[in-house]
């Protein structure tokens, strides 16, 4: 059980458009999901908290009108970078808590290119 | 601010070598500690999650131990097999509120 899936595993964009990655939880129902964003050899850093039905909370330094998330059901929260830029390029990864709430669980990542 | 260090930062071992992994966190105040493992372009798979209030987990031929008073955990990996070189992350839950900060990690190789 606690499987959260990330879709796609890789996407590669053009600069200047959007891309939307989604983060599904697919067998518990996930009240809150976490966006990480990981540079090559460098560790995750939290990007952003959102929780079911609320706004997401970002940490600071990152954009909210740039990395758009949204967390509509209890199984699926988006993230959509928009106009993106080559420095956007990155691992984004997501992990989500269930109502049993024992720990965090992780997807498998979305490697992304801007080109 | 909780700050979390890993080190080595790489390390590279002979198969069957057992071997230690060391992370550190500046603020003694933490929920949990987690260990991870993370292959390459891959997500995270937990290893090892030790409650602030214990000392140790096991499992198969992992051990990690938790001392909160120097802020040091480390992971202990028993008779290294090659299927074990993979970044290994750990992460510090400082709160009730379930974010992790996460340390630079240490990519092992062991060799055949």
């Known amino acids: 059980g606690a499987v959260v899936s990330q879709h796609p595993s890789w996407v590669i964009c053009k600069s200047g458009t959007s891309v939307k990655i989604e983060c599904r939880s697919l067998d518990f129902q996930a009240t809150t999901m976490f966006w990480y964003r990981q540079f090559p050899k460098q560790s995750l850093m939290l990007m952003a908290t959102s929780n079911e039905g609320s706004k997401a909370t970002y940490e600071q330094g990152v954009e909210k009108d740039k990395f758009l998330i949204n967390h509509a059901s209890l199984t699926l929260s988006t993230l959509t970078v928009t106009s993106a830029h080559p420095e956007d390029s990155s691992f984004y990864i997501c992990s989500a808590i269930g109502t049993a709430k024992s720990q965090a669980f992780f997807g498998q990542g979305t490697r992304l290119t801007v080109v | 601010k909780q700050e979390v260090t890993q080190i080595p930062a790489a390390l590279s071992v002979p198969e069957g070598e057992n071997l230690v992994l060391n992370c550190s966190f500046t603020?003694?105040?933490?929920?949990?500690l987690q260990w991870f493992r993370q292959d390459p372009g891959k997500g995270l798979t937990s290893l090892l999650l030790?409650?602030?209030?214990?000392r140790e987990q096991t499992s198969g031929r992992l051990n990690a131990s938790l001392d909160k008073s120097s802020g040091r955990s480390t992971l202990y990996i028993a008779a290294s097999q090659p299927g074990d070189s993979a970044t290994y992350l750990c992460a510090v839950r400082k709160d009730s509120s379930y974010k992790l900060i996460f340390g630079s990690g240490t990519r092992l190789l062991v060799r055949p």
């Open positions: 030790i409650q602030s209030s214990q």
């Open positions: 603020d003694s105040a933490i929920y949990n």
